[in-house]
């Protein structure tokens, strides 16, 4: 099994959880187990191109300004990330008010809307916006249909940052659509005149539902330029969609907020995996859910760390899971270019570093 070389100052130790561990003996003794034991590990898995970009965003502006640098909501939906970040001299918070006049002030991966633009430059903010460029595409094709007098149906999750940025850009044109159940309360002015968009980080197969369900009541729907969803979240998905109908159980290793791990999960259940569940660190997992578990599916959500999952893979070896398979059903090798705020004065500084993040060759830190 490889593993993947981790920056030193992403390791960070893990909470405890409370609880007497099994051993390998007492639990292959509670169940045996049919066949051998295996992993089937997802790939493509963790750490997205915008996630990325975001992280290596803050980490360069410590760098570059010195602590602390403050960052809207979490960068990222990552509790290890957070809290590596703000052992680093990062301040998360929840509002741009928050931040003394003048800060340096990252904007989050999920996008902010106009509104929270304008407050960050009545405070006078230098600010960063590290939004992915994925979510941006879906910020620019709302302004353009709203320039153009169309009702927005806007798939997402009423609450989330992302649909909160989204909304922000068009409040007047734009409509939040949580499910299929919801398409019934969908009002529009002119049926021929509507459009959909959608969160980065759904389930595909349930905003392609959703999408089926509206055009039934509007069949003049217009479809967005591209695919809002992400190609991250959409691999990631069609990696467990194939593990999941061979996995006796299938572990999701990502943060509960994190939307996109938790689609991961609700995926390899809905795809055959016999049992799903989701951890932030390797010593959330339950050692009882082995019993008689031949098969373990493992994968991570966008914003996960390589460096968790290994911790994950050490323990499923420790009770004869050591057998690694990976199942890849995509490559990646997107890159981001750096928010240009900060290349700006990166470049001023003489800092002439590798401004990328992504999957591709690791930028110089």
Not at 135 to 152: G, L, P, S, T
Not at 238 to 247: C, S, V
């Amino acid at each position: 099994m490889s593993t993947t070389q981790v920056d030193s100052s992403v390791l960070l130790g893990f909470p405890q959880v409370p609880r007497t561990r099994r051993s390998r003996e007492e639990i292959e003794a509670a169940a045996a187990v049919n066949g051998e034991k295996k992993v089937l590990l997802a790939a493509p898995r963790g750490y997205c191109a915008g996630v990325d970009r975001a992280v290596i965003a803050v980490e360069k502006a410590l760098e570059h300004y010195g602590a602390p640098v403050y960052v809207r909501k979490q960068i990222v939906h990552n509790r290890h990330v957070v809290e590596t970040l703000e052992s680093q001299g990062a301040i998360f918070v929840d509002e741009v008010e928050e931040v003394p006049e003048g800060a340096v002030t990252v904007f989050s991966a999920h996008g902010v809307s106009p509104a929270v633009v304008n407050a960050a430059e009545e405070r006078s903010l230098n600010t960063i916006d590290a939004t992915c460029p994925l979510v941006n595409k879906v910020h620019r094709e709302a302004v353009r249909f709203a320039k153009q007098d169309y009702d927005i149906l806007l798939i997402g999750h009423t609450g989330h940052e992302e649909v909160e940025g989204t909304a922000g850009e068009a409040p007047e044109h734009i409509q939040i659509v949580n499910s299929p159940d919801e398409v019934d309360q969908v009002v529009v002015r002119d049926p021929d005149k509507v459009v959909w968009l959608s969160q980065t980080t759904l389930s595909v197969d349930e905003t392609l539902e959703t999408v089926a369900k509206l055009r039934e009541r509007f069949p003049s729907l217009q479809d967005p330029p591209s695919d809002d969803i992400c190609y991250a979240t959409s691999n990631r998905q069609g990696a467990i969609k194939e593990i999941a109908p061979q996995a006796d159980l299938v572990i999701v290793v990502g943060s509960a907020n994190s939307s996109n791990s938790v689609r991961l999960k609700e995926v390899a259940l809905e795809y055959g995996a016999r049992r799903a569940e989701r951890v932030d660190f390797a010593n959330q997992v339950d050692e009882a859910w082995f019993e008689g578990v031949a098969t373990v599916g493992l994968t991570s959500g966008a914003s996960v760390p390589e460096v968790l999952v290994e911790d994950v893979l050490r323990l499923l070896a420790d009770y004869g899971y050591q057998d690694v398979q990976p199942v890849e059903t995509a490559k990646e090798d997107i890159l981001f270019s750096l928010p240009k705020e900060l290349r700006a004065a990166l470049k001023n500084d003489g800092d002439t570093s590798n401004q990328l993040g992504g999957r591709g060759a690791k930028p110089t830190r």
